[in-house]
Each structure stands twice: as structure tokens, then as C-alpha cells.
């Protein structure tokens, strides 16, 4: 059960030991917060000895580090997706924000420890999560900005529309729960009404 | 100087004693996490002892408690005033989004603690806290029906546009830091421009 869902959050991750390290680490910090995890809760909740845990990683910042890199490279990837599939920008929108929104519902546990933990990240650490993060708003900035330009969206600043339209998307793994009414898909479908209405999109 | 700000942030708390561990609450647990944080902590950071913490505050779930529902008390407020203030729907709208989004840039360290910090409240505060919560939300979704109802609107759901008009301005504290280009304010206008057009407002 663990272990199926660890190799779909992370295909790329091996071996399973890492991914099942990974887990745990997401449920603790998401549970009791960053800083009152200990690497021994961790691999405990792995099934682990503190000293396997450091087989795969040197330290509690390097698992969080592992954690918080792949969330924004899935993210990054779902961005790139839309934009090199879709050349119409309210269709690119469009497909980019359903599929933003769903991430952020399907994997908020995830998504809640990628977004509120950054500043327990190292400084390098940090840095190349910086870069990932400024790569997903500069393409969004480009959708709308270019979108602008030959008039399918009315925009004053795509700087803070840009900036809007992730935050929406990010905040929905603050409140969204296996409760919540709607499925992520479903979701993620109102949701990019909504921000295409936000971006003044033509027939929207 | 910390002694004013607290009194600005706590104009109803007293004594000036409380509101000086309450500032040091919100700093320690923004900085390293609720969990992470001892009673201890908090006192030093406010030059007290200890057994001065208690003296006002019972626990540390308590000093939390009276931070969390402050915070909440505060925005709630800002939503009340719009309403009784405001008949017009799209300006009421105007008013309460620009409000709400200027005190969470404003408030950003306040308001972390606020949201992200939820699950550690005890039961029966967490009550109390949720009962504010559905308030605010309660009241969101009554103008944006009533515009709905009235043609000042036009929003396939209510629930769900409530929904994402309070996201958008609290995922503003995650963000907002004092590096930030625009001043709250600044920022609550632009916002409260871009929520009228998710919400179809006739003219907007």
C-alpha cells in the first residue's frame, strides 16, 4: 500500500527505501512541523534505524531538501507541459491551472511541506528551489504577458496577475482535504474559469 | 518600540505583560514552528521568566489560542464592517477584498501563525476558531449570492467563489515580506480589481 503510493508520488526515486523515507518525512513534517521532527521519528514511522535513514540521506535538511525539489520540479513540470502543448493562450491557462490546482489537491500533504517549509531549507538548498519556483512564475508571466500583447487576456500588471493566479492554486493545499466536495479534477476545472474571468480572457 | 507595536497589533489585551508574549508567540512559532517551540522560548524571547508566562497564559496551546482567534476576530471584523458599511454588492466586494488582503501583507507573520498553525490548537479552541472562520466565509458567500442574485454578479457557485476570494488573500501572508513592491494597500486595490472580474461584476 505505502510502497505503491511512494513509487507513484515519486517514479523517478530509487530505491524504494528512499521513497518510503521520503513519506514519513512528508506525514512528520506536515504533522508536528520542520523543526520538531527528529530523523529518529522519521525513520521510525519508515520502519527504519536512524542509521539506515542515513544510507539515502546525509541529514533531515537533505530529506526535506529531496522532498521540496521534486514538488516544484512536478509542478514546474505541469507548467511546461501546458505551455509547449497549448499554443493558444486561453487554452494554455486554461489546461495549466486545472492541472496546477489538481496537483496541489491530490498532493496536499505534499504540497503543504513543499510550500510552508522553505525557510528550513539550507541556503544552497534553497537557492535551487528559488530558481524552480522563479521558472514557474516567469512562464506563467509569459502566458499572460504574451496573452496580453494579442489581446486574449486584459491585464494591468501580469507581474501580479502572474502571482494571483499561483497563489489561488498553491492556497488549495491549505484547505482541501479527502472531505472537500469536489474531486481535484473537478476542481481544478472551476478554478480555471475563475482565473481566466480574473485575466479578462475573450469569450470567458 | 516592541512595547508600541504589540499595543497596535492588541489594542483590546491586557496588560501591555500579555501582549509582549503573545509578539514573542507569534515570532517563535513563525520562526521554527509551533511543536518546535517551548514555553521557555517564548518567555526568554519576551525577557520574562517562565513562571511569568503562566501567569497569563496557562499553556502554550492557550498563548496560541489567543493569537489564533485575535487574528481571526480581526479579519472578521474587516468583513463585518463591509457588509454593515456597504450596501452596493461590487463596492462592498471592493472594500472587503482590499481590507482583507491589505492585513494579511500588513499582518504576514500574524497571519501565518493564524492559518498554518490551525491543526495544533486544542479541540475545543479549534471550535471556537472554526466557528469564526465559517463566519467570515458565511458572510463572503451572502453578498456574492445576494450580487448573484441581483445581477451584480455572475457566478456558477457561490460556495466555490467565496472559497477562492478568501484564498487569495490569505495565501497573500505565505508570500508578502517587506521586500515586497507594493504596499499592502497598493496590493489589497489591485487584488480586490482582479476578484471582481473572477466574480463577473457588471462594469468591472
Same mark, same amino acid.
Given at each position: 500500500?505505502?510502497?505503491?503510493?511512494?513509487?507513484?508520488?515519486?517514479?523517478?526515486?530509487?530505491?524504494?527505501?528512499?521513497?518510503?523515507?521520503?513519506?514519513?518525512?512528508?506525514?512528520?513534517?506536515?504533522?508536528?512541523?520542520?523543526?520538531?521532527?527528529?530523523?529518529?521519528?522519521?525513520?521510525?514511522?519508515?520502519?527504519?534505524?536512524?542509521?539506515?535513514?542515513?544510507? &539515502?540521506?546525509?541529514?533531515?535538511?537533505?530529506?526535506?531538501?529531496?522532498?521540496?525539489?521534486?514538488?516544484?520540479?512536478?509542478?514546474?513540470?505541469?507548467?511546461?507541459?501546458?505551455?509547449?502543448?497549448?499554443?493558444?493562450?486561453?487554452?494554455?491557462?486554461?489546461?495549466?491551472?486545472?492541472?496546477?490546482?489538481?496537483? &496541489?489537491?491530490?498532493?496536499?500533504?505534499?504540497?503543504?511541506?513543499?510550500?510552508?517549509?522553505?525557510?528550513?531549507?539550507?541556503?544552497?538548498?534553497?537557492?535551487?528551489?528559488?530558481?524552480?519556483?522563479?521558472?514557474?512564475?516567469?512562464?506563467?508571466?509569459?502566458?499572460?504577458?504574451?496573452?496580453?500583447?494579442?489581446?486574449?487576456?486584459?491585464?494591468?500588471?501580469?507581474?501580479?496577475?502572474?502571482?494571483?493566479?499561483?497563489?489561488?492554486?498553491?492556497?488549495?493545499?491549505?484547505?482541501?482535504?479527502?472531505?472537500?466536495?469536489?474531486?481535484?479534477?473537478?476542481?481544478?476545472?472551476?478554478?480555471?474559469?475563475?482565473?481566466?474571468?480574473?485575466?479578462?480572457?475573450?469569450?470567458?
Amino acid at each position: 500500500m505505502t510502497m505503491s503510493l511512494s513509487a507513484e508520488l515519486w517514479p523517478d526515486v530509487q530505491p524504494e527505501t528512499a521513497r518510503r523515507l521520503m513519506l514519513a518525512g512528508v506525514e512528520s513534517f506536515a504533522r508536528r512541523g520542520y523543526h520538531a521532527t527528529t530523523t529518529r521519528d522519521i525513520a521510525g514511522a519508515a520502519g527504519m534505524s536512524p542509521a539506515a535513514l542515513y544510507v &539515502h540521506f546525509p541529514s533531515k535538511a537533505a530529506l526535506l531538501f529531496a522532498i521540496s525539489r521534486s514538488g516544484h520540479e512536478q509542478t514546474l513540470a505541469l507548467v511546461r507541459n501546458a505551455v509547449a502543448k497549448v499554443q493558444d493562450p486561453v487554452e494554455c491557462i486554461r489546461l495549466l491551472v486545472a492541472d496546477f490546482v489538481a496537483w &496541489h489537491a491530490r498532493r496536499h500533504t505534499i504540497a503543504r511541506v513543499v510550500q510552508y517549509e522553505l525557510n528550513a531549507l539550507p541556503e544552497q538548498e534553497l537557492e535551487v528551489v528559488t530558481e524552480l519556483r522563479r521558472e514557474i512564475e516567469r512562464l506563467v508571466r509569459e502566458v499572460i504577458t504574451e496573452g496580453s500583447a494579442g489581446g486574449a487576456f486584459t491585464v494591468a500588471d501580469p507581474r501580479t496577475a502572474a502571482r494571483a493566479v499561483l497563489s489561488l492554486g498553491v492556497d488549495v493545499a491549505r484547505w482541501y482535504s479527502e472531505r472537500s466536495r469536489q474531486t481535484p479534477e473537478a476542481l481544478g476545472k472551476e478554478y480555471s474559469e475563475l482565473v481566466l474571468r480574473m485575466l479578462g480572457a475573450r469569450a470567458a
